[in-house]
């Protein structure tokens, strides 16, 4: 009996990218087929206002190897990936993005350096296509999530990967709201390594991350992952004290041994609302973490699925 074939899945989140996706799919065939003859074609339309999901319907029709998943609304990048892996079974994982930045032809560079003996292969855009705002802006990003968080995080790196079954079968236990797909991977810790990869220009459309989405997943990944800004908002607190307690030693010691006579409206009032400031700063630091614990015991499903195309069952 001859030996099954190695699976390949290939998951890709859907959004805003409909004219990409018949020759995202045609150029995925071409280089997988000549690493297994097994593999599958997961989209996940994540809601996407263009004609995707007609398109993802019509490609399955013309090939069952290409699967597709309709989400119920518009739950973002890292949901659709979750939606993704959730139901796909494949012994080697790529998780890309539709817009053709990402090449199809460099999974197989991926998938030769994963045989090497990693468990997780990430491409590294060396030189990024994008424009100068987004570079900057991604690299602010991880400046700030390493330093919160006290890791070393390679800005080049993104989605564009390949992930041995163990390793999602790892991610699918991570049920928390709050989800970043390749630090996810990284925090896991298994045998971990990155090539470059060519970067192509977006094939269609634009990023749907604008400067309000960029802050906003910055702030939810900084605080999932970290309780340091809380440790700061204390450290802070302790130094305005000491700092008040030594101004009004300093006080005390000019009006009853200098004969100086403090004016003590202005200092007084500059000083409440310099406090107050501070007290409603800390307590918008801890009022998101609440938040985010509130989130997280809703329970709430991570996504929801409206219609699927080409069920395949796991294995």
């Known amino acids: 009996m001859a030996a099954a074939q190695t699976l ?74 979750t939606a993704g892996l959730d139901h796909t079974s494949g012994d080697w994982v790529v998780v890309m993005d539709c817009d053709l930045q990402d090449r199809p032809e460099e999974i197989v560079a991926l998938y030769q350096k994963a045989r090497e003996g990693f468990e997780v292969v990430f491409g590294q ?57 390749p630090l996810f991977l990284q925090w896991m810790g298994y045998k971990t390594a990155s090539i470059p990869v060519e970067h192509n220009g977006r094939g269609d459309g634009m990023s749907s991350y604008s400067l309000k989405k960029l802050v906003t997943l910055a702030t939810d990944t900084i605080i999932a992952q970290s309780n340091k800004p809380l440790r700061l908002s204390i450290q802070l607190g302790f130094f305005i004290s000491v700092g ?47 938040g985010k614990v509130f989130d997280e015991v809703k329970g709430r499903p991570l996504y929801l699925i409206r219609e699927q195309i080409n069920e395949r069952e796991r294995r």
């Open 244 to 290: 008040s307690f030594l101004y009004g030693l300093y006080l005390f010691i000019r009006y009853f041994f200098m004969d100086y006579h403090v004016q003590g409206w202005t200092s007084v009032m500059v000083s409440m609302y310099f406090i107050a400031g501070l007290m409603f700063f800390n307590f918008g630091i801890l009022g998101l973490y609440i």
């Open 125 to 181: 855009r060396v030189h990024r296509q994008d424009t100068l705002k987004k570079r900057l802006l991604s690299k602010l990003f991880y400046r700030i999530y390493d330093y919160f968080t006290g890791r070393y995080s390679d800005h080049t790196v993104a989605n564009f990967s390949i992930a041995d079954k163990k390793v999602i079968e790892g991610f699918r236990q991570m049920k928390e709201q709050n989800r970043l797909y």
């Open 8 to 81: 390949i899945s290939v998951v890709i989140p859907v959004y805003r990218c409909q004219t990409c996706l018949r020759e995202l799919c045609d150029r995925l065939r071409a280089s997988i087929k000549g690493l297994t003859a097994d593999y599958e074609i997961l989209l996940v339309n994540d809601a996407s206002p263009d004609h995707a999901w007609e398109t993802i319907v019509q490609l399955g029709k013309e090939d069952e190897r290409v699967r597709g998943i309709d989400l119920a609304r518009n739950f973002g990048q890292h949901y659709a990936i």
